[in-house]
Structures are given as C-alpha cells and as structure tokens.
C-alpha cells in the first residue's frame, strides 16, 4: 500500500514539476519512485524467502512422515530382483545401503533399475564411492 501511495505521490510531483518547469519536482518524483521500488523490491525478496522456507518445511515433514523403511535393511524380494538402492522422499537422488547421507532419513527402497527409470541419479557420495571401487576393482 505504501508503495503505491509513493508511485502516486511520484506522478504528482511530476506532473507538477513538468507543469511548473520546476527541476526540483522531478528530482522528489525520481527519488519517491525510488523508494517505492526498494520497498516493493524487499517484499517480494521477503515472500520468497518464506515461500522458500514452508517449501523446506514441507519437504522435511515429508520425510519425517516417511513410511520409515530401514535404509541399512534391503527387503529379500527387492534384492533378488537386482541392486536395491534408496530414496528420500522430495529428493531426485538415490543411495546404496550405507550412504552416509541416509543416515536419520526415511527412506523407500526401489531397484536400482526403478530408480533410473524413475530418473533418479547417484548421490555425488555414492558415485564417486562407485567410481572408487571400479578404478580399484
């Protein structure tokens, strides 16, 4: 509301200062406009931040609220079906069993062969954890 009373207070003064020939007038209409776009700058900043911020609490109630599969537990079923990895719900990242960024976390268990279909990706842990052992196996 403040800023919208600063744009009219910016148009007056500058049809005024237009009107008067009063260079005066344009200068207090730029600044007012000013200030109104520092203020209208800030709130959106500000609603974002916050709109960031319920995202990441939803996110984290999410996985608190998980189905809470063991990540260190693979079920047999899912193991003889291939490579059993895991994901958290919200996340685009798969892990193997023993990630340390599984620890704490809710996770569900998915193939590995899902997983890709699913267009989940290696966490950066796990793939360079896999890249070590090709390079030594």
């Not at 960024?101 to 268990?109: D, M, S, T, W």
């Not at 954890?129 to 030594?136: I, K, M, P, Q, S």
Request: hydrophobic share 50%; glycine share 10%; charged share 25%.
């Amino acid at each position: 509301m403040l800023a919208l009373i600063l744009a009219v207070a910016a148009g007056v003064c500058l049809g005024l200062g237009w009107l008067l020939g009063q260079v005066v007038l344009v200068y207090v209409a730029l600044g007012l406009s000013v200030v109104g776009f520092v203020l209208v700058l800030g709130q959106a900043l500000r609603r974002r931040k916050s709109a960031r911020a319920a995202k990441a609490a939803d996110a984290e109630a999410e996985i608190e609220d998980g189905d809470g599969t063991d990540a260190e537990q693979p079920d047999d079923a899912a193991a003889e079906d291939g490579e059993v990895v895991f994901v958290v719900p919200g996340r685009m990242r798969f892990h193997v069993a023993g990630c340390r960024l599984l620890e704490g976390k809710n996770a569900e268990q998915l193939t590995l062969e899902e997983a890709e279909d699913e267009a989940f990706t290696a966490c950066t842990v796990c793939a360079s954890h896999e890249a070590a052992e090709l390079a030594v196996g």
